[in-house]
């Protein structure tokens, strides 16, 4: 899982659905802890596609 | 440092629950993560009258962006349906109609009623990150803060956990585990400029090709300017995605883009524990169906800096003591989120067909009472809906 912070707006949508609990925010950032297992569920919730998503929609 | 109590988010879970303890002559602080409180907005700001019924609180110009009369539905086959003439909105959920009220500012309110709970007496840390909850023998009893790169540990007898959807205190005192995904509604907002809409009126847009798993909402926020944003639940696209579909061909333009997730799952199991309370978003106070939570949030996190004061004062903030904040505000709104999660479930159920033809139903009945010979016709012709309606009852 690949988090591109050029596209966060550091909402913590992703963080509420962590299963692993490994996504952190700091005040401006997402900390990832290892332990992915690529569930896709941040990339789900994520409003900016800032986990993962291929397409570009900007 | 030793406080009555610290309150951990300072928003308006945050802000009310330790302005409701400071005027009850408790020791508060409160620690808000940002630098500035009340951004980034996360919220188009629709609110009820409720919500200053609440507060005991003049609503304010400086915050009042617009006074709301009415809402229309939009069908995904673009029929309109005026929620407020047909009193679609969930009265009897003890959900207020969000049909009338206001559309505040919230950067403005928020820090309004930060200022308010500051005049009270509390003291408030921004910049300040809760990293862990210090536990001793099984209860809380303060917090692990980081604030400019420095970690400091700051005791109380109550910690109150107002910090939002992630909901991290929560689940460091073991009340709350991860969220599926298909309870958060991924939300994204323009505030635009130049879009030509009453300024009185809601509207709502609904089809799996505007938002799917939620829907798209415009808020005027008075004669400038509009929150036009949209919530979904869905794994094809992004929110962002469908933001800028919809307005790709509005000639108005964004001044402000807003995102977030709002937990659409209903109230968390249990809300207390020894020494830590759980309020607003952090608890799912919020309404499944409309995602909001303003209404909601406030009258809970005022029941929670009640019930702080009421423990401080009988110096037992034990789990049975704190137990009664989550009586309360259960008694107030658990049994309208829980029928009102009910509807969303049905409601997810719907295909664009459905909410077409049931927004046929409505407005070809309009003038005519809901007859019941008109409704079994109607669902005669739409077994599906009817085996939907029978599975919801
Ligand atoms: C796009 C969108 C639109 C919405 N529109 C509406 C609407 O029109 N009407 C309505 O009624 N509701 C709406 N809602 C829901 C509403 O915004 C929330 O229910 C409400 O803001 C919840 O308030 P809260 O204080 O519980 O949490 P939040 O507003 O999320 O505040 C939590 C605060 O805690 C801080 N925090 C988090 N973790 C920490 C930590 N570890 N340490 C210190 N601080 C921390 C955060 O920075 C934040 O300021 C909307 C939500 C979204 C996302
Ligand atoms: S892909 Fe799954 S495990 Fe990995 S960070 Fe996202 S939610 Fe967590
Ligand atoms: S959900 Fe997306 S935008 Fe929000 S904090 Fe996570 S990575 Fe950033």
């Known amino acids: 899982m690949e988090y591109k912070a050029d596209r966060c707006g550091y909402c913590a949508a992703c963080v509420a659905v962590c299963p692993h609990e490994i996504l ?23 409003p900016l596609g800032a986990l993962n998503q291929e397409e570009d929609y900007l | 440092m030793k406080y009555d109590v610290i309150v951990v988010g300072g928003r308006i879970g945050g802000s009310v629950s330790s302005l409701i303890a400071s005027q009850n002559d408790l020791d508060v602080l409160m620690i808000e993560k940002r630098q500035e409180i009340g951004t980034p907005v996360q919220c188009a700001g629709g609110t009820t009258y409720s919500t200053f019924k609440t507060l005991d609180m003049k609503p304010k110009k400086k915050f009042i962006c617009s006074e709301i009369k009415g809402a229309m539905a939009h069908a995904p086959d673009g029929r309109e349906i005026n929620i407020f003439e047909y009193g679609l909105m969930v009265d009897n959920l003890n959900i207020e109609s969000p049909s009338k009220g206001y559309v505040l500012d919230r950067k403005i309110f928020d820090k309004h009623l930060a ?19 210090i536990i001793k023998d099984g209860r ?56 030509d809409v009453d300024p009185q009126w809601l509207h709502f847009y609904f089809g799996r090709e505007i938002a799917p798993g939620g829907y798209l909402w415009i808020f005027p926020k008075g004669e400038d300017s509009a929150n036009l944003g949209l919530g979904v639940r869905s794994s094809k696209n992004t929110a962002y995605h469908y933001l800028k579909k919809f307005t790709a061909n509005l000639d108005a333009t964004p001044v402000e883009l807003n995102i977030g997730g709002v937990p659409l799952s209903g109230p968390i199991g249990k809300t207390f524990t020894d020494g830590l309370m759980v309020v607003g ?66 409601a997810d159920k719907l295909s664009d067909k459905d909410m077409n033809a049931l927004a046929e139903y409505l407005v070809t009945n309009h003038s005519e009472k809901f007859s019941k010979l008109g409704a079994v016709k109607f669902l005669g012709k739409h077994p599906h809906l009817l085996k939907l309606i029978k599975e919801f009852l």
């Open chain 2, 115 to 133: 200022i308010q709970s500051a005049k009270a007496g509390t003291d408030i840390m921004v910049k300040t990150t809760a990293k862990d909850l």
């Open chain 2, 281 to 346: 978003d952090a608890a799912g106070q919020v309404d499944p169906i409309t995602g909001g939570g303003i209404h909601i949030v406030t009258s809970c996190a005022k029941i929670a800096g009640e019930v702080a004061a009421e423990a401080i004062k009988m110096e037992d903030t034990s789990a049975k003591t704190l137990q009664r904040y989550d009586v309360l505000w259960r008694d107030k709104f658990e049994d309208g989120l829980k029928t009102s999660l009910k509807y969303r479930r049905a």
């Open chain 2, 140 to 195: 809380v009893c303060g917090v692990v803060a980081k604030h400019l790169g420095k970690t400091m540990e700051i005791h109380a007898d109550i910690v109150i956990a107002a910090d939002g959807v992630e909901s991290n205190i929560a689940r460091l005192a073991g009340l709350e585990n991860p969220k599926k995904p298909k309870d958060i509604g991924s939300c994204a907002q323009f505030e635009l400029v130049g879009l």
């Open chain 1, 24 to 46: 952190k925010q700091d005040e401006n950032e997402i900390i990832i802890i290892e332990g992915c297992d690529d569930c896709g569920k941040c990339t789900i919730v994520c």
